[in-house]
């Protein structure tokens, strides 16, 4: 989208020599490459899993169907993310082979999966930090999306029963990435900066003092306490289970329901 | 002399008109234009209010179903808290008073997290009860419902209903209660007077205060209250997520003309109590 709208200008591959260390399924995502040009560099990422209670759910839960247990009703949490819940949505409950580009019945069936989910939940919260305080206290057992990060906020508060869970039928993920403006004056320092976001060191830092997503092998091999809350075991295997997908269009003309119709569609969920 | 006085609230008035009026006309006007690709178009019309109106039935309802039980219950907690300040604990009432005042100072959100404490499953009220065996399960209603919204709204709001009733209550002479028990008035004629007539309009700033701010809060509901959702939480995103300021504006201008007109109903009614 930022490429159409010529407001980037494409990464000297050359003046990031830390690019090679990053694991391919960030560095080869076509959401960063255009016409086989790099306009990123990605340096930190995040899925939305399915995070439960062990000490209730004793097995992990397989399946997103799984919300819909008689004995989970009025225990399910869910975070206020229109575009994560309609990505994740649309995974679930919808044919779409892109979950960003929806035609409208897509739009309207996901919508009224995410109402259903909306029906058996007992609280939808304002970000990840009370989704994880809900679950630390017990007071929802299992969620409708998530991110790995909640494992570590819940066992930082005593609750380290809380899991997570990649369901059979997928989740959405989402890559950060360091991109440079067109028209920047001075790119080789933009180039740098690029560079040293992906270097071990920061990649370190962003791991274990943030407890997010890291690309750099190198750093993945040396990081500490971040290694049991990401899925690096099997980052090429993720790919099976987790998908990077664009941003829904903004303008109309595709035939696919733009970001607007999305946050319209969103209310009508909000309302229910 | 009186040249004089009107300098002296010159900048109180600069500071309304500044604030408040201009800030006013501004989002009124912009509640009649339209929003395109993210740009706004001076394109007077009405559809904002059309959508403002007939799109947000339910979450008007839903919205106000919470703030006038909590405007009146916390009224009248208020009203009895200042009248015994005020007539019942002699020269500790001013202390009552000032440990109302005291809690304002503990923040607004803090007092949020501190009733998701106390209420929530593993929280202070179901530990006690399960210890106690009063219960096996936790009450699950206490939080993320309309009770557990109310309860700490309630919390919130009491000082903002003492402080005008109290100060009401200050016009009150001790002697006009006794001449009424005197002449043979029971408490509850009492009560009836003072809440109704004599501090008339310190009980309506206090109602007028609490329906105001539970009205326009999108905060607390996010917090307190699960997956309810008030007016406030559809107008923020509309200033933000949205980039719709004319559809936000349009609705914050309906969510104040139904507010005025429950507190004009809400007159009436006071005023039916009037003596014949």
């Known amino acids: 989208m930022m490429v159409a709208a010529d407001i980037l200008q494409p990464i000297d591959e050359s003046k990031v020599p830390n690019l090679s260390k990053i694991h391919p399924f960030f560095k080869d995502d076509p959401n960063i490459i255009v016409d086989g040009v ?92 009370d989704l994880a305080d809900a679950m630390a206290r ?66 370190l830092f962003i791991g274990d003092d943030f407890i997010q997503g890291i690309t750099n092998t190198d750093a993945i091999a040396q990081l500490g306490i971040s290694k049991d809350y990401y899925p690096y075991d099997d980052l090429s295997g993720l790919a099976s289970k987790a998908t990077f997908f664009a941003f829904p269009p903004l303008e109309e003309g595709s035939g696919k329901t733009t970001f607007n119709d999305w946050l319209e569609a969103y209310e009508t969920f909000k309302a229910a | ?103 304002l100072f503990g923040g607004y959100l803090m007092k949020i997290y501190a009733w998701k404490t106390i209420l929530g499953n593993e929280g202070v009220i179901n530990s006690i009860l399960i210890y106690f065996h009063i219960i096996k399960e936790p009450l699950t209603f206490l939080l993320y419902t309309k009770v557990g919204l109310i309860i700490t709204f309630v919390h919130f709001l009491l000082p903002f209903a003492i402080l005008p009733t109290y100060a009401s209550l200050r016009g009150v002479n001790a002697i006009e209660i006794d001449s009424m028990k005197d002449l043979g008035a029971k408490f509850y004629h009492v009560q009836f007077m003072l809440f109704f007539q004599r501090c008339r309009t310190g009980v309506l700033a206090s109602f007028i205060f609490c329906l105001l701010i539970v009205s326009g809060d999108f905060l607390t509901p996010f917090l307190i209250g699960g997956k309810i959702t008030f007016i406030g939480n559809m107008i923020a995103p509309k200033f933000s997520l949205f980039y719709d300021w004319p559809l936000g504006s349009a609705m914050s201008f309906t969510m104040l003309t139904v507010s005025i007109l429950i507190i004009v109903l809400v007159f009436y009614l006071f005023k039916l109590t009037d003596p014949k």
């Open chain 1, 38 to 129: 790099r306009y990123g560099v990605p340096f930190t990422w995040g899925c939305a899993p399915m995070m439960y209670n062990t000490k209730v759910i004793t097995s992990a839960p397989e399946s997103w169907a799984d919300l819909f247990k008689p004995e989970y009703a009025g225990k399910v949490g869910m975070m206020d993310d229109p575009l994560g819940n309609i990505m994740l949505g649309a995974v679930v409950a919808t044919d779409a082979e892109v979950a960003t580009e929806l035609t409208k019945k897509q739009l309207d069936d996901t919508i009224k999966y995410l109402i259903s989910v909306k029906k058996i939940s007992r609280l939808i919260t304002p970000s990840w930090g």
């Open chain 1, 138 to 203: 017990g007071d929802v057992i299992i969620t409708f999306s998530g991110w790995e990060t909640i494992k570590k906020f819940c066992a930082d508060k005593g609750a380290s029963h809380i899991d997570y869970v990649y369901p059979k039928e997928g989740t959405f993920a989402w890559l950060d990435t360091y991109s440079i403006a067109k028209d920047a004056p001075n790119p080789d320092i933009d180039h740098k900066l690029c560079d040293m976001i992906v270097d071990v060191p920061a990649q």
């Open chain 2, 1 to 103: 002399m009186i040249k004089k006085n009107y300098l002296l609230i010159a900048p109180a008035f600069a500071i309304f008109i500044f604030l408040f009026v201009f800030p006013f006309i501004y989002f009124f006007l912009i509640s009649l234009w339209k929003i395109k690709f993210y740009k706004l178009i001076r394109d007077y019309n009405l559809i904002n209010y059309n959508k403002a109106i007939f799109n947000y039935v339910e979450i008007f309802f839903t919205t106000y179903s919470v703030s006038i039980p909590v405007a009146i219950i916390t009224t009248i907690i208020g009203f009895y808290y200042s009248y015994l300040a005020r007539f019942k604990t002699g020269r500790y009432g001013l202390v009552m008073i000032f440990i109302a005042l005291i809690t």
